[in-house]
């Protein structure tokens, strides 16, 4: 087993895409899994209502666990929320309650209301949880959550389904992306893009591929997550694929694309990151 390059500054990603179901929960839990397994320390934030990576981390998420509400409200720090997950003790979750499908609105009348997460993740938090990564896990919307993920974040990571109209709907997360970034967040960029679901059998998943990568190009990993029937499974163990079913071509296509990220980490210098014009 090869160790991840630890990156020569921390990395917060957020994993966005309005579209529900295109594998951002999936790929946030496998992602972090692989990458805490091999050497380096990662905090997932769960900043969907759903709970799917609580759940997926072995994270207790009733109602009433602090989780990521309480430190958006500035109830609590988010030390007080961040606990081990059961896939190793190098990844960390920032746990989401029902209560946070009340925080979309909540946040609307709320002083420096897109900050909340970026605040709650302050260097000093994340300095005390000695993480290198922070993943953020957005809701399937564009709404004031994933505009604080995306505020908190330097790098945004897009999984796209090899699916029918796969991009349908992309341009309105890359304007939203541009907006904060001229008004908000100056360092957002999209850093990464992963192709999800990927089917062999069908031309078609072929076919996405290359207009992906085409209309993308280098962002794009090189490595493209299979459908796998082992994937969708391990959340129902409260697993991440990689303790499931650790030889699965699932399993193993999340190590190298968490290799890709964690490669492309080492050789960008501090502020230099390269992404794609949106
Ligand atoms: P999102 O967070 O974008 O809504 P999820 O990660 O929850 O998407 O994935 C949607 C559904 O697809 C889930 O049931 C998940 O288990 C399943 N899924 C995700 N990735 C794969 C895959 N590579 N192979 C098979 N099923 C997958
Ligand atoms: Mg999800």
Redesign the pocket.
Known sequence: RYAMPRPAHRRVLT?A?Q???????????NLAAALALHGVRVLVVDL?P?G??STALGVDHRAGTPSVYEALLGEISLLEAAVPSTASPDLLCVPATIDLAGAEIELVSMVAREQRLKQALSPDVLDQLDVDYVLI??P?SLGLLTVNALVAAAEVLI?I?CEYYALEGLGQLLSNIDLVRSHLNTSLHVSTILL???DGRTKLADQVTSEVRQHFGGVVLRTV???????????GYSQT?LAYDPGSR?SM?YVDAAREIAARGAAMGADSAAGVET
Do not use: L
């Open positions: 994993v895409n579209k529900g179901g295109v594998g951002k929960t999936t790929s946030t839990v969907d759903q799917n990576a896990d957005c399937p999984p389904q999800t679901m990927y997550i299979p459908r796998s029937v082992k994937v969708s499974e391990a959340p694929v699932g296509s």
